[in-house]
């Protein structure tokens, strides 16, 4: 019972260096930023006063968000310029728990605002969001580290690991329940699902050979891979020997799907919780590789 | 409580997610941490959807409204917005969505001297055939499904008549 609770304390709370939550929080900042440049052609047609949806719905007991409060075409550019301002912050470091409320808030209020306009990678984005807001995020690699010190930017403090595992466990349950839900279609057993799914004309992205659309040995091979690898990343990927091969497949499986279908940024938030599993020491590396390449550059042109 | 809820939250639908959502749903909408993974689950759709709406003058003539998309490469990160719209729109349980969008629709379309005074949302659809036959898909079909007289007082207020 005590190891147990050793184990859970460990899995949890085990102060480790915070250069992974740096590149999670950058890499989340960055394509925050293309998120919020993405709302621009839709503004005011899916969220404005005149637009598809005049008010917010009401979709549920506890369901809030800013743009029901404050309506109306300015709180709309105003969350929006906010958002895309935080996400610049989030991105650089800068009061980075309060841009990351904000960019929680933003996305949020979006989504709340007209949920008939998202998809699930727009829901696995505000929940990393939400995971970052509670973090301390711009622990390091940020202008918030640089404030406080600029001869210890580059050291990596301690930090509990908890919200690293929020994310390596999210990752671990979009993969579990996306195989649950598939088990029990007919087509996920039968090995044709993936052709019905790159033949919906109005998600298609970029075209796929009709030769392998359409052929039932492809769709078979396709359809057991997809499940396959999505139950390996559920499971193996907390297995630390698997885990580069299962990442990897995922990444190709899901540069597949981005090819192949229009599913906005989900594929690009999966990346992001990816990301998390990348162990703090080949962080740290990569960052002050990064780091070492970029000092003789800046003495040369000095 | 979070991750429990989230585990909730994905449960199949059963007695025990039904209780168990009574009581984790406020949490789980307040905090946004509401989530479902079934991404192309339990079936990936067996057709082809497209949403069409003609646009009828007062001058008699007509013209048709798609939504707006964009490039393969970058559209991708907008234009998913108005695919997602577009299948809410067209599912036959979500009628309260079919007013506003008519009159959106209307109000984009009016021009001076010329003013929209019906617009009919018409439903395409392609049935996918299994694969290994031939054709991949039937013909598309037209089906007209919501059509919504147009009035000076919806152009002046949008859809809030």
């Known amino acids: 019972m005590r190891s147990a609770a050793d184990g859970w304390r460990k899995f949890w709370f085990e102060p480790e260096p915070t250069s992974t939550l740096a590149l999670v929080r950058i890499a989340f900042g960055m394509i925050m930023v293309g998120w919020t440049i993405g709302l621009l052609p ?41 958002t895309l301002a935080t996400s610049v912050c989030l ?26 306009a998202f998809d699930s990678g727009d829901a696995l984005l505000r929940i990393i969001a939400l995971y970052l807001a509670l973090s301390g995020a711009g622990a390091s690699l940020s202008l918030d580290r640089l404030r406080r010190g600029r001869e210890r930017f580059w050291e990596f403090p301690l930090l509990a690991r908890w919200p690293v595992r929020l994310l390596q466990v999210q990752l671990s349950l979009v993969y579990l329940f996306t195989v649950w839900a598939k088990t029990r279609g007919t087509s996920w057993n039968d090995g044709t699902a993936v052709s019905y799914a790159l033949r919906v004309k109005d998600v298609n992205r970029f075209p796929v050979p009709d030769a392998i659309s359409t052929s039932v040995l492809a769709s078979n091979v396709m359809t057991y891979g997809t499940l396959a690898i999505e139950l390996g990343l559920a499971v193996l990927v907390w297995n630390r020997r698997a885990r580069p091969w299962v ?10 799907i981005s090819y192949s279908i229009r599913i906005g940024f989900f594929t690009l938030g999966m990346f992001v919780l990816y990301l998390a599993f ?25 | 409580m979070t ?8 449960l199949p639908q059963s ?46 003539s007509t013209a048709v409204w798609r939504p707006p998309a964009g490039d393969a490469l970058f559209g991708n990160y907008w234009d998913y917005h108005w695919q997602k719209w577009q299948e809410w729109v067209l599912d036959e349980n979500h009628t309260q969505l079919w007013k506003p969008a008519a009159v959106f629709i209307a109000r984009g379309r009016d021009r001076p001297g010329r003013h929209p005074v019906r617009v009919t949302l018409v439903r395409l659809t392609s049935r996918l055939n299994p694969p290994g036959h031939h054709p991949a898909h039937d013909r598309t079909v037209a089906t007209p499904y919501y059509s919504l ?13």
């Open chain 1, 278 to 302: 990348v162990p703090n020491e080949t962080a740290t590396r990569l960052i002050l590789t990064v780091r070492d390449r970029l000092r003789p550059a800046r003495t040369a042109v000095a």
């Open chain 1, 247 to 256: 990442l990897g497949a995922g990444v190709l499986l899901h540069l597949a």
């Open chain 1, 42 to 82: 839709v503004l005011f047609p899916m969220f404005g006063a005149q637009g598809v949806l005049p008010r917010q719905p009401a979709i549920g007991h506890g369901t809030w968000g800013l743009l029901g409060v404050f309506t109306g075409n300015a709180a709309v550019v105003a969350l929006f310029a906010l």
């Open chain 2, 3 to 10: 991750l429990a809820s989230a585990v909730v939250a994905n």
């Open chain 2, 149 to 161: 007289r147009i009035t000076r007082a919806m152009l002046e207020s949008g859809g809030r008549q």
């Open chain 1, 91 to 116: 991105a650089v470091g800068y009061r980075t728990r309060l841009a990351a409320i904000v960019v929680f808030l933003g996305l949020l209020s979006f989504e709340r605002r007209n949920p008939y």
């Open chain 2, 15 to 60: 007695r025990l997610r039904r209780d168990a959502l009574t009581v984790a749903r406020p949490y789980l909408n307040a905090t946004g941490l509401d989530q479902s993974w079934g991404v192309f689950a339990p079936e990936p759709r067996r057709e082809s959807i497209a949403l069409r709406a003609r646009v009828r003058f007062a001058d008699g």
